[in-house]
Nanobody, 118 residues
Framework: QVQLVESGGGSVQPGGSLRLSCSAS??????????MAWYRQAPGKARELVAY???????TYTDSVKGRFTISRDNAKNMLYLEMNSLKPEDTAVYYC??????????WGQGTQVTVSS
């Protein structure tokens, strides 16, 4: 059974930065070979894919965060990261990590709140 724990959220002003972390654990999860992703859900909106990374480190981003966010991973530590720079109010959301293509009705961690406001 996988367990995903997100951390690093907070409140920042527009233009600020945050680094999110996700710890993945669980027997037979095989983190290092899984395509992992960050998602976010803003109030009143559906959860959306922000970025994903292959086991080998190839990355893909949604257009709205390209050039501002960087996804990375440490396979030795089963950790996933999201470096967020030049934050905008529209980045305000609860951020979740999970496998790429995770079902909305499947397992999700508690997420971490990011609030961007002046």
């Amino acid at each position: 059974q996988v367990q995903l724990v997100e951390s690093g959220g907070g409140s920042v002003q527009p233009g600020g930065s945050l680094r999110l972390s996700c710890s993945a654990s669980g027997s037979a999860f095989f983190f290092s070979i899984r395509r992992m992703a960050w998602y976010r859900q803003a109030p009143g909106k559906a959860r959306e894919l922000v970025a994903y990374i292959s086991g080998g480190g190839s990355t893909t981003y949604t257009d709205s965060v390209k050039g501002r966010f960087t996804i990375s991973r440490d396979n030795a530590k089963n950790m996933l990261y999201l470096e967020m720079n030049s934050l905008k109010p529209e980045d305000t959301a609860v951020y979740y990590c999970n496998t790429w293509g995770a079902s909305t009705t499947g397992y999700w961690g508690q997420g971490t709140q990011v609030t961007v406001s002046s």
